[in-house]
């Protein structure tokens, strides 16, 4: 993975966490703009990992940016709409950190 790839990554990331925090806020208060505003957030994000998926391959791309979305909107929804996970699912999301970071590490397939 080299500086380019990250920085895209961190784009599209940051992209799809107001797409999922303006879903939130819509099904909290049901105005449309912020439905339109999401889906308008998911398209962008979805168009720049096309760009990452040719650059670090499918299963690459995606998994990094399903991990540290599952990780991110977890800190959104506990600090800004107050929600909480089980044991059970923080145990889920601990795993999932786990398995990030052993994908970061080197490896001989193409990536």
């Known amino acids: 993975m080299n500086?380019?790839?990250g920085l895209w990554m961190l784009l599209a990331t940051t992209i799809?966490?107001?797409g999922a925090t303006a879903s939130r806020a819509y099904v909290s208060?049901?105005?449309?703009?912020m439905l339109l505003l999401a889906?308008?957030?998911?398209?962008i994000g979805n168009i720049i990992m096309v760009k990452l998926m040719r650059e670090g391959g499918l299963?690459?791309?995606?998994?990094?940016s399903?991990?540290?979305?599952?990780?991110m909107v977890n800190v959104i929804a506990f600090t800004v709409f107050g929600e909480r996970l089980s044991l059970t699912?923080?145990?889920?999301?601990?795993?999932?950190?786990?398995a990030m970071g052993l994908m970061l590490?080197?490896?001989?397939g193409k990536a």
């Open 16 to 18: 799809f966490l107001g």
């Open 59 to 64: 299963g690459l791309a995606i998994s990094l």
């Open 29 to 33: 208060n049901n105005h449309l703009g």
């Open 66 to 71: 399903a991990i540290v979305q599952l990780v």
């Open 89 to 98: 699912q923080a145990a889920g999301v601990l795993l999932g950190i786990v």
């Open 105 to 108: 590490f080197p490896a001989s």
């Open 39 to 43: 889906l308008g957030l998911y398209v």
């Open 3 to 5: 500086l380019a790839f």
